[in-house]
Nanobody
Framework: QVQLVESGGGLVQAGGSLRLSCVGSGSTFSIVPLGWYRQAPGKQRELVATINSFGTPPNYTNSVKDRFTISRDNAKNTVYLQMNSLKPEDTAVYYC???????????WGQGTQVTVSS
């Protein structure tokens, strides 16, 4: 089983930036499509960005398009999320996991809290 460890969250003012990292154990991490998800209090977890393993352009949900950038370093088993122009509505716990069109997911990590103050 792949284990996921997210980091890089924090408290930032609106308009600020953060870079999240997620390290995964195991060899399969580098060959599957990956995504960053977030869950705000009282809301369902949503997928905000995805990246595959073979270089086609990433995908983003509309609310983060042009502000967030997902990238990966397969040699380091790490996926990143660069978040710019942060807004209070970006406040959530952020997680990484597989991003495929089926329900299978690795066990969720602890996530990393992002709080954006207005």
């Amino acid at each position: 089983q792949v284990q996921l460890v997210e980091s890089g969250g924090g408290l930032v003012q609106a308009g600020g930036s953060l870079r999240l990292s997620c390290v995964g154990s195991g060899s399969t991490f580098s060959i599957v499509p990956l995504g960053w998800y977030r869950q705000a209090p009282g809301k369902q977890r949503e997928l905000v960005a995805t990246i595959n393993s073979f270089g086609t352009p990433p995908n983003y949900t509309n609310s983060v398009k042009d502000r967030f950038t997902i990238s990966r370093d397969n040699a380091k088993n790490t996926v990143y999320l660069q978040m710019n122009s942060l807004k209070p509505e970006d406040t959530a716990v952020y997680y990484c996991n597989i991003a495929r069109n089926n329900p299978y997911r690795w066990p969720w990590g602890q996530g990393t809290q992002v709080t954006v103050s207005s």
